[in-house]
């Protein structure tokens, strides 16, 4: 299915009726919108597909709708407090994707006229609770491709500093890379009438107020991250893929970044990352074949380090040991200071 998870397809989604599938969570990741890359990291998988059933379970204890029927061990469907060891397969709702069309240079989202029902929205959408000194927000606010005051504010605060309300931001989903839009441009070319528009903000707020309170149960800061959502056969919105994991989302303890940073921050710098950038300002569909060099295989202790943090991550959100054995936060972040 892409580069970090795999899909199982039980029943092809129709025109009109979801499909059902599984998505088997793998070890792999990826970073930068590589892709897959060299090395694997161990149980990563495991614990996301935890994280994102327990969040599921939550919305929809909340009135959300999402594709989720729950995770498989031994082939039966069970809720996450039903499983006797951690499990690494999700079932769940299958929606069509309908992929934009590629031409003369641009994407083109006419496809996307309103009508569609059962079919992914072709957006990724993102909250941000803070902006970190390398969250690419502050970025592009730096670069004059955004005004800041279009978001509410009129200065960009220090690294760190919680917002007083969130940024709702948008970039798009099914393009070679994703590329940051206005919301007025995210309607038009997901063919969204306003109360769908009005629906997504208070879905996602909603999202994001609830992966904030459970984290913040573990002793975690929510950051930022995003989601995914699809129209169900009614057109009615549902959270769809992943949520509430350190790959959709940035979580930080007390400063120490548990998410996929520590990773990030190893390949920052590198001729291969400085490569990829550049290629994918092209904005070509195909960039990565302009890029010589490849990713290095990270460094033992930096997979284990990784590894750690997705486990003890799984353990402290859900609040139940599926890893044992697994360092708390704060050794985590010892250790990632002699690292680094």
């Known amino acids: 299915m892409g580069s970090v998870k795999d899909l199982i397809t039980i029943e092809e989604p129709q025109e ?38 327990f969040f599921f379970e939550k919305l929809e204890n909340q009135g959300l709708k999402t594709h989720y029927r729950g995770l498989v061990e031994n082939d039966e469907v069970k809720k ?34 309103g009508s569609q029902k059962n079919c992914l929205i072709p957006l990724e959408i993102i909250y941000r609770n803070t ?21 509410g504010l009129q200065e960009l605060p220090e690294p760190g500093v919680t917002l007083d ?30 109360e769908e528009y009005t629906t997504i903000q208070n879905t996602l707020n909603k999202v994001n107020q609830t992966i904030t309170r459970e984290v913040k149960k573990a002793g975690l800061q929510n950051l930022d991250g995003k989601i995914e959502l699809a129209f169900d056969k009614n057109r009615n919105i549902m959270v769809v ?20 940073e520590a990773v990030r921050k ?13 290629a994918k300002k092209t904005g070509e569909a195909e ?6 060099t490849k990713p290095d295989s990270l460094p033992e202790k930096v997979l284990q380090l990784a590894s750690d943090i997705y486990k003890e991550c799984a353990n402290q959100v859900t609040g139940r040991e599926w890893f044992a054995d697994t360092p708390s936060f704060l050794e985590l972040k010892k250790q990632y200071k002699k690292l680094v």
């Open 16 to 53: 009109k009726e979801a499909g059902k599938g599984r998505f088997v969570f793998s070890d792999r990741y990826s970073v930068f919108d590589w892709g897959e890359m060299p090395d694997h990291i161990p149980h990563k998988g495991a614990a996301l597909c935890l994280m994102t059933a």
């Open 80 to 113: 996450i407090d039903e499983l006797q060891a951690p499990s690494g397969i999700m079932e769940v709702q299958l929606v069509n994707v309908l992929e934009p069309e590629y031409k003369n240079g641009t994407y083109d989202y006419s496809i996307y006229d």
């Open 131 to 151: 902006l970190p000194e390398n969250s690419s927000f502050r970025r592009r606010a730096e670069n004059g491709e955004i005004d800041i005051k279009d978001y």
């Open 165 to 194: 309300e969130p940024i709702f931001d948008v970039s798009t989903k099914l393009e070679a890379s994703d590329r940051y839009i206005s919301w007025q441009e995210a309607r038009e070319i997901a063919g969204l009438t306003q």
């Open 241 to 260: 893929d992943a949520v509430g994991t350190p790959d959709e989302c940035r979580f930080s303890y007390e400063g120490f970044s548990i998410s996929k």
């Open 266 to 278: 190893y390949y920052r710098g590198t001729e291969w990352q400085k490569e990829a950038e550049q």
């Open 287 to 292: 960039w990565k074949k302009q890029v010589s």
